[in-house]
């Protein structure tokens, strides 16, 4: 499979519709990809809490719209990265969207674990409360967004529904970059499944932005990483190698904890 991650520029300045203009232009250019992947929240940018309200959007609206459409016309399975989400009956999420080569919407993710503890997002936006697997021919993505890296948890139940390849959009900072390199690792060689890793450049709120995107492979080998600028990076990676992986070093199979619930008498 190719994988194409787009480290979009999250700038102080640009409007939404821009970005949003920017961005298909990007998923459009990646005609011969298999996957495509935009990071979190990059029509606003993670830190921007302010503008999740003024930004936010119904599900099914312009960046669905456009995704659904840069998706189609490229003929790419796309993780549209994550948009600030108002749900007409309840509060906003951190909703991530993935379409087929067709422009359907084949998954919706909301973000599980709120980054910024009594404030920002994790005050402003409603937690998502399901795991999300979606099947590709020749791998099966697992969802996560950002903050949720940090939570081994939610990527172990990704592999118990059947997840091979995690899927992790971000609006990383620069200031704990050596956390998301240390974590993408982590979160493949323990699943052992590869990771795709997507963070956003630029710098908004005040906030330089990581970069360095990443993807990691099921032994915790980078086969690709970004710089810290825009870019897109590419990489061709083979997804049989987690079952081979899994075959070679079946660790997954001497689990213990977590398994089952512990025994109360």
């Known amino acids: 499979m190719r994988a194409s991650v787009i480290q979009i520029a999250v700038n102080e300045g640009e409007s939404v519709e821009s970005r949003r203009r920017r961005a298909a232009s990007m998923v459009r250019d990646q005609a011969g990809a298999d996957l495509v992947v935009l990071p979190e929240l990059w029509t606003t940018g993670a830190f921007a809490y302010e503008e999740f309200g003024q930004e936010a959007e119904p599900l099914e609206g312009p960046t669905y719209e456009a995704m659904a459409k840069a998706a189609s016309d490229t003929g790419v399975w796309l993780h549209a990265g994550s948009i600030p989400e108002r749900d007409p009956d309840g509060p906003l999420y951190n909703t991530s969207l993935v379409f087929s080569p067709s422009g359907d919407l084949a998954a919706v993710y909301r973000k599980i674990h709120r980054f910024g503890f009594d404030k920002g997002e994790a005050v402003l936006m409603g937690a998502g409360a399901e795991l999300v697997t979606v099947r590709l021919p020749g791998t099966t993505l697992g969802l996560g967004t950002c903050y949720d890296l940090r939570f081994p948890e939610l990527f172990r139940g990704l592999v118990d529904a059947g997840a091979e390849t995690l899927v992790v959009p971000a609006g990383w900072p620069e200031r704990r970059r050596s956390h998301w ?84 008498p």
Do not use: M, Y
Request: glycine letters at 10%.
């Open 181 to 264: 390199t240390l974590l993408a690792q982590a979160r493949a060689v323990e699943n052992q499944s590869f990771v795709i890793a997507c963070g956003t450049a630029g710098t908004h709120a005040g906030v330089p932005q990581a970069g360095h995107s990443i993807v990691v492979d099921p032994w915790g080998e980078v086969l690709a990483e970004a710089g810290a600028e825009e870019e897109v990076l590419t990489v061709d990676f083979d997804p049989g190698k987690v079952a081979t992986t899994r075959e070679q070093f079946p660790a997954l199979k001497d689990r213990v904890l977590g398994l089952q619930p512990p025994h109360r």
